[in-house]
């Protein structure tokens, strides 16, 4: 009799938890069956790849981490990436430019766009060219810095400018075509590294009326018309610039100089008239204190002629103005006379 209760006992405990324990074999059988599977082997990996293609991991740009600022600035090669004209930095016009030479040996160029004719120059600031007292010794730094052309030749044929680090330096006005020119800064010495910044900014001012650099042979000549007022300066003492114009007949010129500020008395301004062969034919020297000059008449065949400027015993980056006036002399004895000397051959 004691078994038979038992064994009720145990079925009934049975039937109180099974419902329960099935209820919950269920859950954690469908909790399992809703897992993704494994991927046990290659043989899987490879079928699968065909229908699920996984882009490679892409690696951060080279060429869009060298033209940041600051990957130039954790550089250590000597040859960083603008170090080369034709790996410039592109840059805007007006807007200040802040750079770092990475070793005494770097070199840094720059090139913009000029949209039309105009004149272009740069201004310069040193580390602290604004606080002419914040550094003790900084008269031995240096950076060099110059403009020009696409081909890579110096606007004024010099060596550029040189800028200590206390010194906010502005050059002369350059007068340029639409186009694109480059600027380089370097190192003046190269004797030790300069780890300060430097500042810069290209100025710009749309005209018509200026000489075209670069000028500096006749063969590079800036091409002006009788009556036409053409401006140019001499930003170096060193710069040459030079103008060109054509007579058809025997014929008179006279040039006409004048200058934008008024400066002292020292000729700051030389010309010369010359031929195809490099003869010189007349010349004159312009003072500072000279509004306005006025040549004698000279007196040319027809041909093609230059008017060569550069400094007098003085240098002065002001503008200028040049102008070339004809003179028709149809009975003048001293013009019929060379004439008739060149075809006598006296």
């Known amino acids: 009799m004691e078994h038979v209760i038992k064994v009720r ?13 099935c209820i919950l074999f ?20 490879k079928s699968n790849s065909a229908n699920n293609q996984i882009a490679p991991k892409q690696e951060p740009s080279q060429a869009m981490a060298e033209t940041s600022y600051e990957s130039k600035q954790s550089r250590t090669d000597p040859n960083p990436w603008n170090s080369v004209l034709n790996r410039a930095e592109l840059i805007a016009v ?10 005494k040996d770097d070199v ?9 004719s105009g004149c272009i120059g740069i201004e310069f600031i040193g580390s602290d060219g604004k606080d002419q007292n914040s550094l003790a010794s900084s008269d031995e730094f240096a950076w060099r810095f110059g403009l020009y052309d696409e081909n890579g030749q110096s606007l004024d044929d010099s060596n550029g400018f040189v800028c200590k680090e206390t010194e906010f330096f502005t050059t002369g006005c350059y007068g340029v075509s639409l186009g694109t020119y480059y600027v380089k800064v370097e190192n003046a010495e190269k004797r030790m590294h300069i780890s300060r910044p430097y500042t810069f900014n290209i100025t710009y001012n749309a005209a ?30 060193s710069d040459l610039d030079c103008y060109a114009f054509s007579i058809f007949e025997s014929s008179a010129i006279r040039i006409a100089f004048d200058h934008d500020e008024p400066l002292k008395h020292s000729p700051y301004w030389g010309y010369g008239v010359y031929d195809l062969t490099d003869n010189r034919i007349a010349f004159g020297n312009v003072g500072g204190d000279e509004k306005i000059h006025t040549s004698e008449m000279i007196d040319l065949e027809a041909g093609t002629y230059f008017i060569k400027v550069n400094k007098g015993s003085s240098h002065s980056s002001a503008g200028y103005v040049l102008s070339v006036s004809e003179h028709k002399r149809k009975n003048d004895f001293r013009l019929d006379f060379k004439k008739y000397e060149k075809n006598a051959g006296l």
């Open 208 to 237: 018509d009326d200026w000489e075209k650099e670069p000028n500096n042979s006749s063969d590079k000549a800036t091409r002006i018309e009788f009556d036409q007022r053409v401006r140019g300066a001499l930003t170096t003492d």
């Open 9 to 21: 006992c145990i079925m009934v405990l049975l039937l109180m938890f099974l419902p329960q324990s």
């Open 108 to 116: 840094n160029w720059f090139r913009f766009d000029i949209p039309s």
């Open 26 to 45: 269920r859950l954690d059988y469908e909790r399992i069956k809703s897992k993704p599977k494994a991927i046990s082997s290659t043989s899987n990996l």
């Open 94 to 103: 007006g807007y200040d430019v802040v750079r770092t030479l990475i070793s």
